[in-house]
């Protein structure tokens, strides 16, 4: 269907029980398929908040956010964990091995499905580098993987699953430039068809996205594309110089 991983936040907002002020306040928008929404702001902003609302980590006091039509709050966990895969800022690794950890519970997925997610991912050649390759262990918490490398590897767990949304929490920022810009060019075809939000700290990484959102204080201050924001918001363009 035409509404397959649309996610769209109506009027949201959100505070955290106790706190004073909302975090979210007001927002919306929609994040299309097949199209990259990103979402840029200071730090404290409210983006990770954003997305973990879409997880539905937290429910907003008032606004509705749907996934396929549906509002999250319908949604079983299950349902929400198939339909959107999330590369969270801190990614972690349990103890397993590069494999499972890629897997992820997703015991269906071959050996072929993994190296070739992390192709996109650009980690293939550090786990080929490795002596057991898939079967090396890791151990909890990832301390036998550089944080780059954890990066890479929860993106290519994310691509593993296959899922409508992809929701990216500043999984770009600990790559260098070069392999944060090959892996740009690596993921539209890895993730056709599929929605993808992306939380950036650099503007080279979403330069290319469909639609920008700036975030500040926990308001949307601007919506457009890199060139349209670039003439006339003033948050990006500070954002932009710094
Ligand atoms: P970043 O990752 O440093 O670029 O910042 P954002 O934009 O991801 O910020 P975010 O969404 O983590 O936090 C937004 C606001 O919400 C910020 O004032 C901190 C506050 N906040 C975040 N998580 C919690 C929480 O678990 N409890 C409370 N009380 N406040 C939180
Ligand atoms: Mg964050």
Request: net charge negative; hydrophobic share 40%.
């Given at each position: 269907?035409?509404?397959?991983?649309?996610?769209?936040?109506?009027?949201?907002?959100?505070?955290f029980?106790?706190?004073?002020?909302?975090?979210?306040?007001?927002?919306?928008?929609?994040?299309?398929?097949?199209?990259?929404?990103?979402?840029?702001?200071?730090?404290?902003?409210?983006?990770?908040?954003?997305?973990?609302?879409?997880?539905?980590?937290?429910?907003?006091?008032?606004?509705?956010?749907?996934?396929?039509?549906?509002?999250?709050?319908?949604?079983?966990?299950?349902?929400?964990?198939?339909?959107?895969?999330?590369?969270?800022?801190?990614?972690?690794?349990?103890?397993?091995?590069?494999?499972?950890?890629?897997?992820?519970?997703?015991?269906?997925?071959?050996?072929?499905?993994?190296?070739?997610?992390?192709?996109?991912?650009?980690?293939?050649?550090?786990?080929?580098?490795?002596?057991?390759?898939?079967?090396?262990?890791?151990?909890?918490?990832?301390?036998?993987?550089?944080?780059?490398?954890?990066?890479?590897?929860?993106?290519a767990?994310?691509?593993?699953?296959?899922?409508?949304?992809?929701?990216?929490?500043?999984?770009?920022?600990?790559?260098d430039?070069?392999?944060?810009?090959?892996?740009?060019?690596?993921?539209?075809?890895?993730?056709?068809?599929a929605?993808?939000?992306?939380?950036?700290?650099?503007?080279?990484?979403?330069?290319?996205?469909?639609?920008?959102?700036?975030?500040?204080?926990?308001?949307?201050?601007?919506?457009?594309?890199?060139?349209?924001?670039?003439?006339?918001?003033?948050?990006?363009?500070?954002?932009?110089?710094?």
């Amino acid at each position: 269907t035409p509404e397959a991983g649309r996610v769209v936040f109506e009027n949201v907002t959100f505070g955290f029980p106790g706190a004073e002020k909302p975090v979210i306040k007001n927002v919306s928008f929609a994040a299309e398929p097949g199209k990259t929404t990103a979402i840029i702001g200071s730090t404290g902003a409210g983006k990770t908040v954003l997305l973990n609302l879409a997880l539905r980590l937290y429910d907003p006091q008032q606004g509705s956010i749907t996934v396929d039509g549906a509002p999250v709050s319908e949604l079983t966990r299950d349902q929400l964990a198939d339909t959107l895969s999330l590369v969270p800022q801190r990614p972690y690794m349990f103890s397993g091995t590069i494999g499972s950890n890629l897997r992820f519970g997703r015991t269906a997925a071959t050996d072929e499905e993994l190296w070739e997610a992390l192709r996109v991912a650009q980690g293939e050649d550090f786990v080929r580098e490795r002596e057991l390759g898939l079967d090396e262990p890791v151990s909890q918490g990832g301390t036998s993987v550089s944080g780059g490398q954890r990066q890479r590897l929860s993106i290519a767990r994310a691509l593993v699953s296959k899922p409508k949304v992809y929701l990216f929490d500043d999984s770009f920022s600990a790559l260098d430039v070069a392999t944060d810009a090959r892996l740009r060019a690596a993921l539209p075809s890895a993730t056709q068809g599929a929605t993808t939000i992306i939380v950036a700290q650099r503007v080279s990484t979403i330069t290319d996205a469909d639609q920008i959102l700036v975030i500040e204080g926990g308001e949307i201050v601007g919506r457009g594309t890199h060139d349209e924001l670039l003439g006339s918001n003033e948050v990006y363009q500070e954002i932009v110089r710094s």
